[in-house]
């Protein structure tokens, strides 16, 4: 079992480092391209697409960590207002489900999407990648966070995954 936390710990911290990755040369890219457009009144219309999906695709990378460490961005008025331990587990559980549920939705659709994307053979305006790769690792992203939610109801009994 703790195997299996460390390999899972260490392959979403590989994403998390790739995402980071991501995200900074998108901002390198947008920074050249502004200075380019000021200083030679010349621009790449590709690099505002690429930066744009670099960032979307980062988020859908970190998706799962954060996840399945429970570490989103969230308010802090519950603490103060309920006390109790096992509140705030069947708020968990049920965020859990709700998400779990959303997510599927969505992979559903996404991978309906994705086959419709690759059989039309359409790609992107500028880029010309082909949209289904880009969809394909928003439906990856979501699936993997899941995986997680899963791993937290099967395996932890609906407690958090403890990832170092």
């Known amino acids: ?97 709700f998400t779990v549920t959303l997510l599927s939705t969505i992979v559903w659709y996404g991978l309906i999407t994705v086959q419709s994307q690759a059989a039309a053979g359409a790609v992107t305006f500028v880029l010309r990648w082909p949209k289904a790769a880009l969809y394909s690792v928003g439906v990856a992203g979501y699936a993997m966070a899941i995986i997680s939610w899963l791993t937290i109801f099967l395996l932890n009994k609906g407690e958090k995954v403890d990832v170092c």
Request: hydrophobic share 55%; with cysteine.
């Open 1 to 97: 079992m703790k195997l299996g936390r460390t390999a899972v710990s260490r392959f979403m911290y590989a994403l998390f480092t790739v995402a980071a990755l991501m995200l900074g040369i998108a901002v390198l890219l947008a920074l050249f391209n502004s200075l380019d457009r000021k200083v030679f009144s010349i621009g790449f219309p590709w690099i505002e697409e690429f930066c744009t999906y670099m960032i979307v695709m980062s988020v859908f990378i970190t998706l799962p960590l954060i996840e399945l460490r429970d570490d989103h961005l969230r308010m802090g008025l519950l603490p103060s207002l309920f006390k109790s331990k096992t509140f705030y587990q069947v708020l968990f559980i049920t965020r859990g489900l």
